[in-house]
């Protein structure tokens, strides 16, 4: 078992940043990606951004150049710097773990079967 505990989150303007972080306990051998995806009221969930444990991301076309995700694995953190915040982005956040990372990059998949507990993200003015 895999336990992920997010922190980070809020309300923020049009054009702000804030930053998530996740935090993974328990079997972290078995984690080969963490990512991060949302979900808007009446939408799917969707991904946000992934990386593996070697460092290699995956980013969703809507926050390419304005998100980065950073991983550190002597830490088992991983985090999501979130710039330039736009109204779209608002949606509740996951962080993800798991060992699929064939499955995160064709697509867009979970990695594993475990999530965190979600944290509100409203980008509003």
């Known amino acids: 078992q895999v336990q992920l505990v997010e922190s980070g989150g809020g309300l923020v303007q049009p054009g702000g940043s804030l930053r998530l972080s996740c935090a993974a306990s328990?079997?972290?051998?078995?984690?080969?990606?963490m990512g991060w995806y949302r979900q808007a009221p009446g939408k799917e969930r969707e991904l946000v951004a992934s990386?593996?444990?070697?460092?290699?991301?995956k980013y969703v076309d809507s926050v390419k150049g304005r998100f980065t995700i950073s991983r550190d694995n002597a830490k088992n953190t991983v985090d999501l710097q979130m710039n330039s915040l736009k109204p779209e982005d608002t949606a509740v956040y996951y962080c993800?773990?798991?060992?699929?990372?064939?499955?995160?990059?064709?697509?867009?998949?979970?990695?594993?079967?475990?999530w965190g507990q979600g944290t509100q993200v409203t980008v509003s003015s």
């Open positions: 993800n773990a798991g060992p699929n990372v064939i499955v995160v990059f064709t697509t867009g998949g979970p990695g594993g079967p475990y």
């Open positions: 328990g079997n972290i051998f078995s984690i080969n990606v």
């Open positions: 990386i593996t444990s070697g460092g290699i991301t």
